[in-house]
């Protein structure tokens, strides 16, 4: 059995607004091992970004965050932390890729320097060493004439290529959980596959473990070994890859891979389900996918239990509960 890296315990980040106390991630708990590929993926607006700030606990202070549960990385809980102790693991342990590469890079200062800034804090690599190492890492991610690109600023390069440079620099500290927030939504569907081959192998070679939120279950099923699927604020389902394509339990999970684009072409965003994600604002209780479901029961007005239904596959459904009341 491979080792913990990340174990997160009925983790919930509450915003408080005008309009109400907004319940963003709501109880959600999970694991990943060392090296293990996950997916995390759900419709727009159930939590998926906010699950991946909190675990790098960069969810902006200024809306009145409140993080509750454990966060435990490496034997030590996140969420008491103050942010100088985090600074050691921020960036260095665990790192982020964002869906614009443009909140990662600063415009006004070359590719290079800005590998180089985070070899230092990080490897403490300086000067020639470090522009080597930065060239290097650029190779690392197909980026061709990595020599010359070293010097470029990020306007100079491509989408895909920008793209490129993020995931080196996020890999510069030689992290050992990236989070990947949607990064290659915005590119050809070619180039994404090229991007998601690449962060393949990087992973299996460096044993990184990854977080991979998307919409597509065309690319997690390509890249990941377990997918966790997020609804409202909720994990609905979580189990290895395989399994989850071919005995998808959760209604919800059902609906996703029906209306998936075909996986062969591994492109394209989710079409819609019928219904919309809820409001995460004054939740009334019960199943949060109950007016959409196709299985709704009188039962589903009540709270759904998370329950581990076979070895490695959880599901929060009453059609699974023996009693019909978990
Ligand atoms: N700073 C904030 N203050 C208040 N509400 C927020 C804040 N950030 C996110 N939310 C709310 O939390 C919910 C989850 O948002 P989140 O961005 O995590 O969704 P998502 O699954 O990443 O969606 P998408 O696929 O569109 O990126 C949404 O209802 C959103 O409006
Ligand atoms: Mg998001």
Redesign the pocket.
Known sequence: MAEKLIKVEDLKTQ?T?KRGL?K??DGISFEIKKGERVGLV??????????A?SLMKL??A??N?RVFGKIIFKGQDLVPMKDSQLKEIRGKQMSMIFQDPMTSLDPVFTIGSQIMEALGIHQGLKGKESKKRAIELLALVNIPSSEMVVDYYPHQLSGGMRQRAMIAMALSCEPELLIA??PTTALDVSIQAQIIKLVRELSANKGTALLW?T?DLGIVAHLCEKIIV?YA?KLVEMADTMTLFENPMHPYTQALLRLAPKLERGKGRMPPIPGT?P??IDMPPGCRFADRCPKCMDVCSQEPQWMEVEPGHWVSCFLYSKDGKN
């Open positions: 915003f607004t907004v963003a991630v759900g419709e727009s607006g159930c939590g998926k970004s906010v699950t700030l969810v902006p200024a809306h965050e927030d949607e939120i919409h997020m604020g994600v409001n995460l």
